[in-house]
């Protein structure tokens, strides 16, 4: 609060008043009675009249921060005495004071000294009514960061002394202490000896000796910096690791100039016109549905400020409003009815002036299409598809479709979509026909009807995707559930009747104010229009965030016309500090204040939450229990909801793993309702989705169920010797664990609820073939092939479809499985998909699951060159990037071994097979050490001993 302090001089004593913006009386200060203080109400009525009888000046005995780093928060403590309703200055803006607290007679405040602020000499002034005193302060820049180069070490096993580099991110005022340690001192040791970086440098020189192959770490410590760690790779070949990240060189071979062509060229321009009087650029919307009403129609163009009244040729099936002038003066808006018969045709918008109506300034400018209602999907069935199918009926079911031009299917590949829909009179179910190719690769698509109104969305939902999967299990009609009743109340009294009213808070302002931000978050990395609202902006020549780094403003500040609001392009650096800024705005030199204390508050964040799995998925009523929520994005959440949220208590948020994890302790009420609920996350950056699914949905029932504890191995029984006569007898003391009766409640068998699931049986007339090994081979190959299945036993004519490149010999053995035969891979097979057809004496066999009865021709053996990140620490999640060849058509990417490592199980793989990206699940029981990654592709697996082009390791914490 800002107040004005005004002395009267006055014959006995000395008398001091001081005032808010508003012109109250806040503090009045008397030598002879002390200090006064006044509090209003938002309206401001006098609500507190507060008298402090003998104020003395502030006095400071002690303080316990007397040096400070920029960009970096401390608490500050001051003893002393004359503290009562004193307020802080800093001798620079860049100095922020915050939390203001008296606590037992010590002064406390957060300081945060920005970077922005010079370095050297600072102080606090500390002013109260009765004078004041300043407290003496030093700021240095920030502090900086250890750095090993090159990252990882790799030195050979000879014991003799390799270098490197020791960094600091920046120079600093003080000097820094180096410390050097390993992990293993028999794998490779540090060299001995002080390491210093003097005020003002930033790198020095350290030592590693390599004794015995094998893996450690090495460790960097400085007093006040943040310690780091260091793989250290002992081995033979350390000359490829070391230098595997020298930049790039290339050789600049200059040209010698020459005169320039000279050509007689057109260049195209905009069409440049020339307008007398009142012209129509645009209008916004340029189409509208049958149907729609009251819509904002905005007309947009040059000379309308005097538009008497609008007309729109044909009006047919058209009701509209009279205008009014846009707020910029750019032009003119109108609310439109649009009747459910109109006809859809072009209109055209003319505006009437004084000087007649208004020309567009381009053909079609003043147009507007009705058009009929876009096309709504909302549910495809069936939504699971096996390939090999034909002719597969499939219906759509929405609004809207009404002489529909077309279904199909994105992407396309592999299936054949009937040419003409069938259509319901009522327009909300279409039927056609979709056929898949036995070669159409596995999961999700994405069904649009397109129709004269438009198309519907091609963004995958629940409401308009089906999958490609190898089989169907089972296919249940109809789901049954519980009968819904409505239980009614007993009725309240009116005069028993609680209710409450609220309302927003209420408050005063003078001049330029700053309200809100739009968005509340920016994600780092982004480029997005900032909108900062607020009341009398229209001066504001100046916006900057606090901190700013990695901020990039991309534009001038724009303000509007009515001074609500200003805006300004911003760029996030990908790695801009997640971290919440202040927004400064200036008018006219003068900073402009929030209307709250959070109002110019901005987050920047990693990106949206998402929630990947819970555990546990069920909860007992009446039970107080521990809850883990695994995903991405969720460091800084701050609310965990359960939806419905009824009888569900949530308690303090802990997050973990660079924002991979989020635990928390759930209450559930004894009278909870039962049943399933959904989770959601809230952070700065937005919330999960609302959508249940199998990732965010748990249950509440009244019972644990079944937990399953013990496991009964076979009978053990006890072998009794004969013990021979002639052995003298013998006294022994044995001891047993204490041996109890557990008695248990007989229970009638026949009573006991089983579900006994079975495989799906199917019945074959005559022979038939159910699978193949193996699946896949690699040009050049000769493989063995084994058909399982019933009833092969005579010759069979086995043949592949497209086949090219594929010889089959003519020789076979048969066995009480199946076929055995041999097949040849050319050099030059093709790397495609083959079916495979099986004749016999009675005809075609029949394929029992033809998805499992496809042979595929790989491009050859994959080899890996590198891969990156190389390091990953317990719980992180970690996006793998393989580099090599031959890596089209990727399986999957496994490890070894494989304890703690969970791969994905979608792979990308780039048009040249040679870049995998697969994410990775560390999970935080890893075991540390290194793992050699492997990538499957059809007919072939990775090879080769472990080598630094392979080789993943996993930490505790990635340096």
């Known amino acids: 609060m800002m107040g004005v302090l005004l002395t009267l001089p006055l014959a006995a004593s ?41 104020a003395a000046p502030p006095n400071v005995d002690d303080q316990e921060v007397a040096h400070l780093r920029c960009g970096a928060s401390v608490e500050m403590s001051i003893s002393g005495s004359g503290f009562d309703g004193v307020r802080l200055e800093a001798s620079d803006p860049d100095i922020l004071i915050d939390e203001v607290r008296l606590v037992e007679g010590v002064l406390m405040f957060t300081l945060t000294p920005l970077c922005s602020a010079p370095h050297g000499d600072h102080r606090i002034t500390i002013i109260g009514i009765a004078g004041s005193t300043e407290v003496p302060l030093s700021l240095g820049p920030k502090l900086p960061t250890l750095s090993v180069h090159p990252t990882p070490l790799a030195v050979p096993p000879d014991g003799s002394t390799r270098q490197f580099y020791i960094r600091l991110s920046s120079p600093d ?9 390993t992990d293993a001192p028999d794998v490779a040791a540090a060299g001995e000896g002080e390491l210093v970086i003097p005020p003002g440098e930033t790198e020095v020189v350290g030592a590693l000796r390599g004794l015995s192959a094998g893996f450690t770490t090495l460790r960097v410590s400085a007093d006040a910096l943040k310690d780091i760690a260091v793989p250290v790779f002992v081995t033979a070949e350390f000359a490829g690791i070391n230098t595997s ?92 009815d649009v009747d459910e018969a109109a006809p859809t045709t072009l209109r055209r918008i003319v505006l009437h002036t004084d000087e007649g109506a208004a020309i567009p300034a381009q053909p079609g400018a003043d147009r507007l299409r009705v058009t009929l209602r876009a096309p709504v ?14 002719g597969m009926e499939v219906v759509l079911r929405g609004a809207n479709f009404h002489d529909a031009l077309s279904v199909d299917v994105v992407p396309p590949e592999g299936i054949a979509v009937g040419e003409s829909p069938v259509i319901s009179a009522d327009g909300t179910m279409a039927t056609t026909t979709l056929s898949v190719s036995p070669t159409a690769s596995y999961g999700e698509r994405v069904v649009r009807i397109v129709t004269p109104g438009g198309s519907t969305s091609v963004t995958p939902t629940p409401f308009n995707t089906v999958r490609i999967v190898p089989d169907i299990d089972a296919d249940i009609p109809n789901l049954l559930a519980a009968q819904v009743g409505v239980r009614r109340e007993v009725e309240i009294a009116d005069a028993e ?34 909108t900062v609202s607020g009341r009398g902006l229209q001066n504001v020549d100046q916006l900057a965030f606090m901190p700013d780094e990695g901020i990039a403003l991309d534009s001038a500040v724009l303000a509007s016309g009515d001074g609500t609001a200003v805006s300004v ?32 508050r901005i987050w920047i964040a990693s990106g949206a939450p998402q929630v990947q799995s819970v555990s546990p998925l069920v909860f007992v009523a009446g039970e107080v229990v521990p809850i883990t929520l695994r995903g991405v994005h969720l460091e800084d959440a701050f609310e965990v909801e359960f939806v419905p949220q009824n009888g569900i208590s949530i308690g303090e948020l802990v997050p973990g793993g660079n924002g991979t994890w989020l635990s928390t302790v759930v209450s559930v009420a004894q009278d909870a309702s039962l049943g399933e609920r959904t989770i959601r996350v809230r952070t700065p950056a937005g919330a999960t989705s609302p959508l249940p699914g199998p990732s965010n949905r748990v249950y509440i029932t009244e019972s644990p169920g079944t937990d399953v504890s013990a496991l009964a191995g076979p009978s053990v029984g006890v072998l009794r010797e004969q013990v021979p006569q002639d052995s003298p007898p013998e006294s022994r003391s044995t001891h047993a664990v204490t041996v109890g009766v557990l008695k248990e409640e007989a229970v009638d068998p026949s009573e006991i609820p089983r579900l006994v699931s079975a495989a799906r049986a199917g019945v074959a007339k005559g022979p038939v073939a159910l699978g193949l090994s193996p699946v896949a081979g690699l040009p050049g190959q000769q493989v063995d092939l084994h058909i399982t299945g019933h009833g092969l036993t005579e010759p069979m004519d086995v043949r592949f479809e497209p086949g090219t490149g594929i010889v089959v010999e003519e020789s076979q053995a048969h066995d009480a499985g199946g076929i055995l035969i041999r097949v040849t891979l050319e050099a030059d097979a093709p790397p495609v998909v083959h079916s495979l057809t099986i004749e016999g004496e009675q005809g075609a066999v029949h394929h029992a699951k033809p998805a499992q009865m496809l042979f595929e021709v790989g491009y050859g053996s994959p080899a890996i060159h590198s891969i990156e990140p190389i390091l990953g620490g317990r719980g992180d999640l970690v996006d793998l990037l393989i580099r090599g060849e031959s890596l089209n058509g990727a399986w999957r990417v496994y490890a070894e071994p494989g304890e703690g490592v969970v791969f994905d199980s979608h792979t990308t793989v780039n048009a040249a097979g040679t870049e995998v990206r697969v994410p990775v699940q560390i999970e935080a029981t890893a075991p540390l050490g290194p793992r050699v990654i492997r990538v499957v592709v059809p007919g072939a697996v990775s090879e080769g001993p472990a080598e630094p082009a392979n080789t993943f390791t996993i930490y505790e914490a990635v340096p």
């Open 14 to 54: 000395d008398v001091r008043y001081s005032y808010d913006e508003l012109g109250r009386l806040i503090e009045a200060f008397d030598t002879a009675t002390g200090l006064t203080r006044y509090t209003y109400d938002p309206a401001g009525n006098l609500i507190g009249v507060n008298r402090y009888q003998g």
């Open 497 to 530: 009747r609680a209710s409450a009213a609220q309302t927003v808070p209420v408050g005063v302002t003078r001049g330029a104010v700053l309200a809100a931000t739009e968005p509340s978050a920016l994600m780092v990395g982004e480029t997005r229009l900032l």
């Open 569 to 600: 392009q911003v760029t996030v650096a990908p790695d801009a500090v997640t971290t919440r800024r202040q927004i400064v705005l200036h008018s006219a030199g003068q900073r402009v204040p929030p209307v709250r204390a959070d109002a110019d």
């Open 173 to 181: 005022t003080i000097q820094h202490a180096i410390a050097l340690a």
């Open 377 to 390: 999907l909302h549910s495809v069935s069936p939504i699971n598809l096996v390939p090999g199918t034909s």
């Open 245 to 336: 990240y020298t930049p790039v060189i290339g050789v600049v071979i200059p040209i010698a100039e020459q005169a320039p062509d000279e050509a007689d060229v057109a260049i195209p321009a905009s069409a440049i016109g020339v307008v007398l009087g009142a012209a129509v650029t645009g209008v916004d919307p340029s189409t509208v549905a049958l149907g729609s009403e009251q819509v904002p129609v905005h007309v947009r163009g040059v000379g309308l400020y005097e538009v008497a009244h609008v007309t729109i040729v044909p009006h047919d099936g058209l009701v509209w409003s009279a205008p009014a002038p846009l707020p910029d003066g750019a032009g003119i808006s109108f609310l439109l």
